[in-house]
């Protein structure tokens, strides 16, 4: 996994996110309760609700839990009213960082965050001072033995992907947000099995850190991932490959 690859930061925080299995169901419960609440319990209709689900199984949240989900957005059940909000700010080394959050608290998340990236080396900034820097796509991986290059290529581009790339020994594919559940489809009904299938902020450019802020930077975007109310975390930051493997070797 190398800093360079548009799936480094998904990857590198997934498993650390996925040991807290009570927490993730958590997350993807909410994301669930807003897909239904905002377009309807059927996810035929609802692609919102249906990229949710999908994701909810990826992570093997119990089918239970994701009816009684579905049944909080459409009322059937007592839920929480949750809002979607977008934080922005500087990790260390000046590395941009995106927070997508669910919460049905602002001030208390806005308080959380904001202590979170001052504890790390950052700080919490005003709306709009680092998304011009990234922009919205759909993300999927492929591991390289599992499918010929000139196949997925076909199957990819067909289906309304932008581009598909080799990093770090897996496939890249990238397409715009409208077009991710065609591709998503196309690939599965291809029999093409994704390790990542995000819709994602990708950025622009990347800003190359050094082994001490990569420390402090990871230790942000992991305190990050496990509040409660965050989605999601995206950022620009390049780790060289040696310099990741000395500090995953050390946690």
């Not at 669930?32 to 319990?41: E, F, L, T």
């Not at 609802?46 to 009684?68: G, T």
């Not at 001030?107 to 990236?117: C, D, I, S, V, Y």
């Not at 001072?129 to 997925?152: D, Q, Y």
Request: glycine share 10%.
């Amino acid at each position: 996994m190398a800093g360079h690859s548009h799936s480094a930061n998904i990857a590198h925080r997934k498993g650390r996110v996925d040991k807290a299995r009570g927490a993730l169901f958590g997350k993807l419960s909410r994301a669930i309760i807003v897909a239904a609440r905002s377009g309807g319990g059927d996810p035929a209709s609802n692609l919102a609700l249906r990229y949710a689900i999908d994701k909810a199984k990826k992570s093997s949240m119990p089918k239970d839990n994701i009816e009684r989900a579905i049944k909080k957005g459409t009322g059937d059940l007592d839920g929480e009213e949750y809002v979607e909000l977008t934080y922005e700010g500087y990790g260390p080394g000046g590395v941009a960082v995106m927070c997508d959050a669910l919460t049905d608290n602002r001030n208390r998340t806005a308080g959380e965050l904001r202590k979170t990236f001052e504890v790390h080396g950052g700080n919490l900034g005003a709306a709009g001072c680092v998304a011009w820097m990234f922009e919205r796509k759909g993300l999927f991986t492929v591991p390289s033995g599992s499918t010929s290059e000139e196949t997925l290529f076909e199957i990819a581009l067909e289906a309304g992907a932008e581009d598909v790339q080799f990093a770090d020994d897996v496939y890249e594919i990238t397409c715009p947000p409208e077009e991710y559940q065609t591709v998503s489809d196309a690939l599965e009904e291809a029999g093409v099995e994704t390790d990542v299938s995000e819709l994602t902020r990708i950025p622009a450019n990347k800003v190359e850190v050094d082994a001490e802020t990569a420390h402090k930077l990871l230790k942000l975007l992991d305190a990050l991932d496990e509040n409660e109310d965050v989605q999601s975390v995206t950022a620009n930051y390049d780790i060289p490959d040696e310099i990741l493997e000395a500090v995953m070797a050390e946690e």
